[in-house]
């Protein structure tokens, strides 16, 4: 994974976190089912997380993945931009979450104006409902398809560092 992804990603993880205030990280692990040691491994960079579990970690806030990556994006390049202006470590900081925070608003406010739209078409007695029943329910589909295919992935690659672990062990 491209590492810029993986900072992005962790960036806005800690905000979001912040954001929900103590016993955040419990929450999201008990409720997401990931291991709590593992968010823990993504919060302090020793491990990037994978696809799926980062996929869960930003459905926890109601954000796409990408929406995530946005987030993080525009929060580390704000950082780099006030540093670069000589900003005392206080004021920084102080900046840094406010740029976040609206940052943050306007994902969240993009989305619920989507899901309002949404709404109003599907409250409408119109065929435009029924196409976008029809799209919605492909598009259910194809990411459940997409979710379970990266499952998949993920066991193969796991079943062949096991396999090319035992054959080396078994002098293969």
């Given at each position: 994974?491209?590492?810029?992804?993986s900072?992005?990603?962790n960036?806005?993880?800690?905000?979001?976190?912040?954001q929900?205030?103590?016993?955040a990280?419990?929450?999201?692990?008990?409720?997401?089912?990931?291991?709590?040691?593992?968010?823990?491994?993504?919060?302090k960079?020793r491990?990037?997380?994978?696809?799926?579990v980062?996929?869960?970690?930003?459905?926890?806030?109601?954000?796409?993945?990408e929406?995530?990556?946005?987030?993080?994006r525009?929060?580390?390049e704000?950082?780099?931009?006030?540093?670069l202006?000589?900003?005392?470590?206080?004021?920084?900081?102080k900046?840094?979450h406010?740029?976040?925070?609206e940052?943050?608003?306007?994902v969240?406010?993009?989305?619920t104006?989507?899901?309002?739209?949404?709404v109003v078409?599907?409250e409408?007695?119109?065929?435009?409902?029924?196409?976008?029943?029809?799209?919605?329910?492909?598009?259910h589909?194809a990411?459940?398809?997409?979710n379970?295919?990266l499952?998949?992935?993920?066991r193969?690659k796991?079943?062949?560092?096991?396999?090319a672990r035992l054959?080396?062990?078994?002098?293969?």
């Amino acid at each position: 994974m491209d590492q810029s992804v993986s900072k992005y990603f962790n960036a806005a993880l800690i905000y979001l976190l912040d954001q929900e205030g103590r016993g955040a990280q419990s929450h999201q692990a008990g409720q997401q089912k990931i291991d709590r040691g593992y968010i823990k491994a993504i919060i302090k960079g020793r491990k990037p997380g994978a696809e799926d579990v980062r996929a869960k970690i930003a459905a926890h806030f109601h954000l796409t993945y990408e929406d995530m990556l946005a987030l993080g994006r525009r929060i580390l390049e704000n950082r780099e931009d006030d540093i670069l202006e000589g900003d005392s470590s206080v004021e920084q900081k102080k900046l840094i979450h406010d740029k976040a925070a609206e940052t943050a608003g306007g994902v969240i406010s993009s989305i619920t104006e989507k899901i309002m739209k949404t709404v109003v078409v599907l409250e409408s007695d119109s065929t435009c409902r029924d196409v976008l029943v029809d799209l919605i329910d492909a598009f259910h589909e194809a990411v459940i398809t997409h979710n379970e295919n990266l499952a998949l992935r993920n066991r193969i690659k796991k079943m062949e560092v096991q396999i090319a672990r035992l054959k080396k062990e078994a002098g293969l």
